[in-house]
């Protein structure tokens, strides 16, 4: 990410902090959660969530490891397929922002595809990384993790860095950015040495700290037969109800089948 990029989503999260935290607030109401609770399982508390407000979350492999997410709302239910292809840290990202859309995005979700690159294409992308960024990393016990792994790191930022990358479980640049959004570091001018780290460095130096490489490699996890299974279910009911014909109920399962191919690469 080149500075300018940089300044600009700093300038942007400090001057809309008070309106996304609560956004915040709101969604840990919703989820009857206080917000002095740290949520230590995110899955377990985001997935209930967004089933409330008609959305299954489903963690499939895909071909594209460009893809962060994949979101549809058709006229019941809406979809949200993780992208395991990338690692945990991505992953915890994507479905935070995602999150943001289905909870606060002024405009009707239908479709779209998250990229996992850094997308900062309008207010409301902004707004989505910055919601993601204070959920999973709040201020109170950032600041506090920050002291004490800038300790624990004799002072060297970049390590005080992968040591929050790894508490929190997000990807590096979020950590870095979270940083300067709170004005923790000494220098307010930017080392350019942080802002270009390369995947191999970050992984090689994770393991010299002792912290979990796992979180930075592909998890590969797969729901799609317990997606088929549970359309099979549902179809099976509407079918003997007289909602559907059998003609019907195989068609949509082989159309399912095939998708799933398309998008595994198949």
Not at 57 to 65: N, R
Not at 94 to 112: D, G, S
Not at 251 to 260: A, D, E, I, P, V
């Amino acid at each position: 990410m080149d500075i300018q990029r940089f300044r600009k989503i700093i300038e942007y999260s400090r001057r809309h902090k008070e309106n996304v935290e609560s956004k915040i607030k709101s969604f840990y109401s919703f989820a009857g959660m206080s917000r002095d609770k740290e949520v230590l399982n995110l899955m377990q508390i985001v997935r209930p969530a967004l089933k409330k407000k008609g959305y299954f979350v489903f963690k499939i492999p895909l071909s594209d490891d460009e893809i962060g997410a994949l979101c549809y709302k058709g006229d019941v239910w809406g979809y949200i397929v993780l992208n395991t292809s990338l690692p945990k840290i991505n992953i915890n990202f994507a479905i935070c922002h995602e999150l943001y859309h289905v909870f606060f995005q002024k405009n009707a979700l239908k479709a779209r595809i998250e990229f996992s690159g850094d997308s900062y294409y309008n207010q409301e992308e902004f707004e989505a990384n910055l919601f993601a960024s204070m959920f999973l990393m709040p201020e109170d016990s950032f600041r506090f993790m920050y002291e004490k792994f800038k300790n624990e790191s004799e002072g060297d930022e970049k390590d005080t860095i992968l040591r929050l990358m790894n508490y929190y479980e997000v990807p590096y640049m979020a950590a870095l950015l979270r940083c300067y959004e709170l004005n923790l570091p000494d220098n307010t001018s930017i080392p350019e040495e942080l802002l270009y780290q390369e995947k191999d460095k970050i992984r090689e130096r994770f393991i010299d700290l002792w912290l979990d490489e796992s979180i930075l490699k592909p998890t590969k996890k797969n729901d799609y037969t317990r997606l088929e299974n549970m359309a099979a279910y549902y179809g099976e009911k509407c079918l003997s109800e007289g909602y559907l014909s059998e003609r019907a109920l195989r068609k949509s399962l082989q159309n399912m089948r095939t998708l799933y191919s398309e998008i595994k690469g198949e």
